[in-house]
């Protein structure tokens, strides 16, 4: 399975368990210059910035640590550029999924783990 294949049926898993929790996906796929945001969805008094890391049963570096800090400028960044074009007065929330597959031709889903707010974009970038 090419790294495309993965990360599609990530993002199709965790869609699926937001949408079982009550989340109403605005959209996917959300592309501007400065980066990409995965998942883009509503929940109560929150507009929620998902991001997806799908990695293989055993790989050494987790979901969770492979958003760094350049990855979560580029989200806010990204996500500032969505609030722009589509106004809301929901907060903002920044979320991270971990799905985890097992490994081979066909390999399927044996973890979701979705951390909610997590990261503050207090003090990750200034623009002047």
């Known amino acids: 399975m090419d790294r495309q294949t993965k990360g599609r049926l990530g993002e199709d898993a965790v869609c699926a368990e937001l949408e079982r929790r009550g989340h109403t996906i605005i959209a996917r ?38 958003v760094n800090f350049t990855k979560q400028k580029k989200i806010v960044l990204t996500a500032d550029a969505y609030l722009t074009e589509n106004p809301t007065g929901l907060q903002p929330r920044y979320d991270i999924a ?30 002047n």
């Open 29 to 66: 796929n959300y592309h501007k210059r400065v980066g990409e945001i995965d998942i883009i969805s509503q929940i109560d008094r929150y507009i929620v910035f998902t991001e997806v890391k799908t990695r293989k049963l055993g790989s050494m570096v987790s979901g969770l640590e492979a």
């Open 98 to 127: 971990e799905v985890t597959v097992t490994r081979g031709d066909f390999p399927r889903i044996t973890r979701i783990d979705i951390y909610e707010d997590a990261f503050s974009t207090d003090g990750i970038y200034t623009i």
